[in-house]
């Protein structure tokens, strides 16, 4: 009887954790809920099996890069303890529960192929059930959209045990060597997006992962050119064909651009229609002081941006017309760093940002509420921050390796891995969730 | 009254020639081509054609190291702080050699292409660059130069002079660049 109880007990206090994280919501920009506290990660297990090999070991690590789960390795069970470890039949299953559990499991997720596919299920060991399951036909391993599509199937199940969706499915852009590349979340599929011998900069995707936009320098001069990533066809946005344009961001929507035009004026934002490739306004006046790298919140109703209006560059937020223009993150006089590459969280509730911190770049988040600075790095030179689309994890460029590479810090636990590139990176750009969307054609 | 200001004239010329022959023996002459075979008989031979063409050679010789010099002034770099794009005061008088020169040849045009150090953001580095050509544009038409003759570009700092990584690199790679774009030949001196 009391240990009915315990247990009952235990499964309403893991059910609240669990929906705690399914009420996390953005409402004007601040965020309602509550997060894992580091130490308190609940223990999860890819159960070992036969075939999709491959499959298995994406997914799990794909769970591992969430951060959201102690990852319990399995390679040293005991041979006769696999035997019957999984089922075909849905509903029943031959995980062992007792097994896992004892290994500190909370979770263990069974993939088990299909007909030209394969299934996943998650089973709450504490509740001793299955708790979810999906099935999903993959194309051919050969095919550009396999690991996408395995990547969308381990988001799934990180929200089955978590409430919230990894980040997998998900792709960078970054510049090297004047060009600029694509990368999975992992690491995988590199391609080049821009032609060699052009210096291409600061790409920005489009919400929607179907299009690109990025300063293409030529002659100290450059448009803004925003590009499909199928097919390539491409426009210069209206209002940066003169001089030099740089720090494009699209708009949560994105039908609209906001970059940074630098002429003899100085430095200054503007936004332009990319749907109806249109009227060009401008929304800050530098008088010789500049104003650029803009990033939207979230609700597409204010803009973060640098400027220099008190000397060094720091960051400032406007609403997206141009007014009420403040200081965001405070900064003292002579004393505190230059401040560039701001990117505001999906979740609305922070910006990250870089800093200098005794002559070398670091990494900060500012409370965009509270306008608390919080530091996330310190070894090396640390620039370029980008949001993960979970809105928990960071890419930035560091040179502590020896040569600048991509790595990504966990802003709750501060765990860091690198996003291994062949060549040197910079500018890194982390796209939102990448949705099985017809391409279109024309930018 | 008049007599002074005509010696005055005089004097100055004077000094001029002056100055114009001493720079001619400073000039080593060029190697000349070594004969293959001195000639056996020497002739009596009227060289004053020959004379006139050294002559010819020479005063074109100067003109060319004229307009280089004239050129080397009005694309000479100047630099900047860390994180400034005000003009300096040492630079200022490669500047002011600028716009006499520019005020000479009305034809000339120039681009202006600031550069940053490697320090600093990428992006940033574009704007700051821009600055800094920008600054030296408002100087140059502080001095009465037209500003659409001045081109104002910025390369942040994606081309550095030195690709070291000290504070001299620094230094050089923080600077404007003056490239004339077009009316570069027959540069007339400045007043």
Redesign the interface.
């Known amino acids: 009887m009391t240990r009915t109880t315990l247990l009952t007990l235990a499964i309403a206090l893991l059910g609240s954790s669990v929906m705690a994280q399914d009420t996390s919501q953005v409402r004007d920009g601040v965020r309602i809920g509550v997060d894992y506290t580091p130490g308190m990660r609940p223990g999860l297990v890819v159960v070992p099996g036969t075939g999709i090999d491959s499959v298995r070991a994406m997914v799990r690590r794909d769970l591992d890069f969430t951060d959201r789960f102690e990852m319990i390795t399995v390679a040293d069970l005991p041979s006769g303890s696999t035997a019957d470890r999984g089922s075909t039949e849905p509903g029943t299953s031959g995980v062992n529960y007792q097994l896992y559990k004892s290994l500190g499991a909370q979770f263990a997720v069974e993939l088990v192929e299909g007909s030209g596919g394969v299934t996943a299920r998650l089973h709450d060991l504490s509740e001793g059930k299955l708790q979810s399951q999906k099935a999903v036909t993959l194309p051919s391993s050969a095919s550009a959209e396999f690991r996408l599509e395995v990547h969308r199937l381990a988001d799934e199940v990180a929200r089955w045990a978590s409430g919230v969706p990894g980040a997998a499915a998900s792709r960078l852009l970054f510049v090297s060597g004047g060009r600029v590349y694509r990368v999975d979340s992992d690491g995988h599929d590199l391609i080049p997006l821009t032609p060699a011998g052009q210096t291409a900069l600061s790409p920005a995707w489009s919400p929607d992962g179907q299009r690109l936009a990025y300063t293409q320098l030529g002659q100290g001069r450059g448009g803004i050119v925003v590009q499909t990533l199928s097919g390539g066809a491409s426009f210069v946005v209206p209002g940066s064909q003169t001089a030099l344009n740089i720090t494009p961001t699209f708009s949560p929507d994105g039908r609209t651009l906001a970059f940074a035009h630098s002429d003899e004026r100085g430095t200054d934002i503007y936004t332009a229609n990319v749907i109806e490739r249109c009227c060009a306004q401008r929304l800050t006046v530098g008088r010789f002081a500049d104003n650029l790298s803009p990033t939207f919140s979230p609700d597409g109703r204010r803009i973060a941006f640098i400027s220099t209006r008190a000397g060094p560059p720091q960051l400032y937020v406007m609403a997206a017309n141009g007014t009420d223009q403040e200081l965001l993150a405070p900064f003292d006089y002579g004393a505190t760093g230059s401040t560039n590459a701001p990117d505001w969280s999906p979740d609305g509730a922070s910006v990250v940002f870089h800093r200098e911190v005794s002559n070398s770049p670091q990494i900060f988040l500012v409370d965009v509420v509270a306008r608390r600075v919080r530091q996330l790095t310190s070894s090396g030179r640390n620039e370029d921050p980008t949001w993960a689309p979970d809105g928990r994890h960071v890419a930035f460029i560091s040179d502590r390796s020896g040569r600048r590479q991509i790595w990504i810090v966990d802003v709750e636990t501060g765990r860091v891995r690198q996003l291994g590139t062949p060549g040197a990176a910079r500018l890194p750009s982390w796209s939102r969730r990448l949705g099985r969307t017809t391409p279109v054609l024309n930018p | 009254m008049r007599a002074p200001s005509l010696l005055m004239l005089l004097t100055a010329a004077a000094f001029a020639v002056a100055c114009g022959g001493r720079s001619a023996p400073e000039e080593p002459a060029p190697e000349p081509t070594p004969a293959p075979a001195p000639p056996p008989a020497p002739e009596p031979v009227d060289d004053s054609a020959e004379r006139e063409r050294l002559e010819r050679e020479r005063m074109a010789r100067e003109a060319a190291e004229r307009a280089r010099a004239i050129s080397a002034d009005l694309t000479a770099m100047i630099n900047f702080d860390y994180?400034q794009a005000v003009v300096r005061q040492a630079d200022q008088a490669t500047l002011d050699r600028k716009a006499a020169i520019l005020l000479a040849n009305p034809g000339v045009r120039i681009?202006i292409?600031g550069h940053a150090d490697e320090?600093?953001?990428?992006?940033?580095n574009?704007?700051?660059?821009?600055?800094r050509?920008?600054a030296a544009?408002?100087y140059l038409e502080n001095k009465g130069i037209e500003?659409s003759r001045l081109e104002?570009?910025?390369?942040g700092e994606?081309r550095p002079l030195n690709p070291g990584t000290d504070e001299t690199a620094f230094a050089q790679n923080r600077r404007d660049e003056f490239e004339v774009t077009a009316g570069g030949d027959n540069l007339t001196a400045p007043q």
């Open positions: 994180d681009r292409s320090r600093g953001s990428d992006e940033y574009l704007a700051l660059g821009n600055r050509a920008a544009k408002r500003g104002v570009v910025s390369y994606e």
